[in-house]
């Protein structure tokens, strides 16, 4: 109470101070958001019940009546009827282009059997002009009776004039048509790239359509890239999206070339989430020579961020292990082209740190989080302490010995908890049940002291935070054969979650000074929900929806 009349007096005196020599009053508010049960996620004032923005900030949070009385003639009163009231919520690991671009193609995530993926791709073909490929789906055969991998032959004879390259959700692997091959030039005597593998039937040696990690892009360097104004209207899709489920702000993990998409719809006034734009760690160069460093730009579009890859993933038995996988025992997973040579990623590691630049890396496997983990100890060793801020991203299977080097390097795991409740249903058969013990592990990391960042890896999850909450604090998985929680001693609090998806990813991206909370000086960027996630059964929390989405001060989203 103390503290908010603190501010609040700040604010007035600013206010007047500022207008002295002026003929107005004091300032007003733009917008004040009253009758809340905000958390502020701010430990020095936890809770309050008003808000006050003025332009793109908030300058006061305090009592109703406090804020109450800043309201002027001109001031937008919203009243949220005692519902709640969070900082914006901030996806630490999106792909957003893809995501706009599946809001606008063919959707197989939940096509359950191979027949009704194969009846979604031949609808989907019928609408599209011959010639004109057809990506995305996000399809998922773990869905399926048997979990066999899709074969060209499903789609093939709806899709002739048709090519076709359909990635699983993962994005570790693609099945392509026939058409898609033959275009790619992928034929049985076109050998396996490094860290990639071309899938033969075992009778004929042909390919059957299913490329996994580097083997995909044979096809992708034969797709016809987008053009300006596809991808700008795929942007657009997917800000939009974005501000009606919550999130105003994603770290983008592969923005690599789509910086001027996003500068455009931000120019047209258009953009409605701030983006950390990250670009591929292979072309840190690029970046470097510019003297770009870390997080650099406006708190609406930043660059300096550079994601690399150790490994594939689960769904794909590409996540790098030390053991063998139960479920194929000739593999243990295999590491990115960008691990070759030996040495390889060490020196780009340390080259891009040592210009600056903030480095984070996709590691699934407890081999591959092992490998990352030590080459960022190197790192530090021989570049020095600074606040560098690496990131693993996914941090998805860790030896326990593994565990307290998060904190310890000051490593932040970037965390999907919808993972966890999705691949939960099948991660045993493939890696066993102590393997699983330290997976997603969110408790052990948090009381070891490591920072969690967390997000969705949209499109491979979806984008709303409350499925993401509600798996971190359920672990229940979705065929619900687990509704006390797979491995439920790594739950964590729907508190904890929460301000891991807004205070830590914003640590995440060096910018909890200016968002992450909702604190007088900070940015307005803030969401009203239908329900106290606090204090229902967290079983619930999946089914709460956005009421309003505030973000730079303006009402993005409102459902009316
Ligand atoms: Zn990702």
Redesign the pocket.
């Known amino acids: 109470m103390l503290r908010s009349f603190i501010s609040l007096l700040i604010i007035y005196l600013m206010a007047t101070n500022f207008l002295a020599g002026t003929d107005s009053k004091a300032i007003e508010p733009d917008l004040v958001i009253v009758n809340a049960n905000i958390h502020t996620m701010d430990q020095q004032a936890p809770t309050a019940e008003a808000v006050a923005v003025l332009g793109n900030r908030i300058v006061a949070v305090g009592s109703d009546n406090d804020i109450r009385k800043l309201a002027g003639r001109n001031t937008r009163i919203i009243d949220a009827k005692k519902q709640l009231v969070l900082p914006g919520f901030n996806d630490s ?3 957003f282009m893809s995501g706009g671009f599946q809001l606008s193609s063919v959707d197989l995530r939940d096509a359950n059997s191979p027949e009704e993926f194969s009846q979604r791709i031949k609808q989907f073909a019928e609408k599209v002009n011959a010639g004109r490929w057809i990506t995305g789906g996000d399809w998922d055969h773990e869905r399926w009776p048997k979990a066999q991998l899709p074969t060209r032959q499903l789609i093939d004879a709806y899709t002739q004039g048709t090519p076709v390259f359909v990635n699983r959700l993962d ?1 570790h692997m693609g099945l392509a048509n026939s058409l898609a091959l033959r275009l790619a030039g992928v034929t049985k005597d076109t050998p396996d790239p490094p860290g990639g593998i071309i899938v033969r039937d075992p009778q004929t040696g042909e390919p059957t359509g299913i490329l996994k990690d580097a083997a995909q892009n044979f096809v992708w360097k034969v797709i016809p890239a987008a053009s300006f104004d596809e991808k700008l209207a795929a942007a657009r899709a997917a800000t939009n999206h974005a501000a009606s489920v919550g999130v105003t702000s994603v770290q983008d ?2 923005a690599g070339t789509d910086v001027g998409v996003y500068q455009t719809l931000l120019d047209r006034g258009e953009l409605k989430t701030r983006i950390y734009a990250v670009a591929p760690l292979p072309a840190w160069e690029r970046l470097g020579r510019t003297g770009v460093r870390a997080h650099f730009g406006s708190a609406m579009l930043r660059v300096g961020g550079l ?1 690399g890859f150790a490994d594939g993933s689960l769904g794909s038995t590409t996540a790098l292990f030390y053991d063998p996988y139960l479920d194929a025992p000739n593999t243990s997973g295999i590491a990115t082209d960008e691990m070759y040579p030996e040495g390889a990623m060490l020196a780009r590691v340390r080259d891009a740190d040592r210009a600056g630049l903030h480095v984070m890396i ?1 590691a699934i496997g407890d081999r591959a989080n092992d490998l990352i983990l030590s080459i960022y100890e190197q790192v530090i060793r021989e570049n020095g302490d600074r606040d560098r801020r690496f990131r693993i ?2 941090a998805q299977h860790l030896r326990p010995q593994d565990i307290a080097r998060f904190a310890r390097d000051k490593v932040i795991a970037s965390m ?1 908890p919808y993972h966890a409740i999705d691949d939960g249903r099948w991660a045993e058969k493939r890696i066993g049940k102590e393997r699983a013990k330290t997976t997603y592990a969110f408790r052990s990391l948090l009381d070891s002291g490591a920072t969690l960042a967390f997000g969705t ?1 949209w499109t ?1 999850a979806p984008l709303n935070p409350m499925l993401s909450v509600y798996a971190a604090a359920t672990r229940r998985t979705l065929d619900d054969k687990n509704p006390d929680g797979w491995i439920a001693e790594q739950k964590i609090s729907v508190e904890e979650a929460v301000r891991a998806y807004t205070v830590g990813s914003a640590f995440a991206e060096f910018q909890e000074k200016v968002k992450g909370t909702i604190t007088p000086g900070k940015l307005a960027d803030l969401v009203i929900l239908s329900r106290d996630i606090f204090t229902i059964d967290p079983n619930e929390i999946e089914n709460v929806r956005v009421v309003l989405t505030i973000m730079d001060g303006r009402v993005v989203y409102e459902v009316k």
Request: aromatic share 0%.
């Open positions: 690991h999106v792909h994005g993990m592969s994601k996709h991203e996914h999907q890896d491979v």
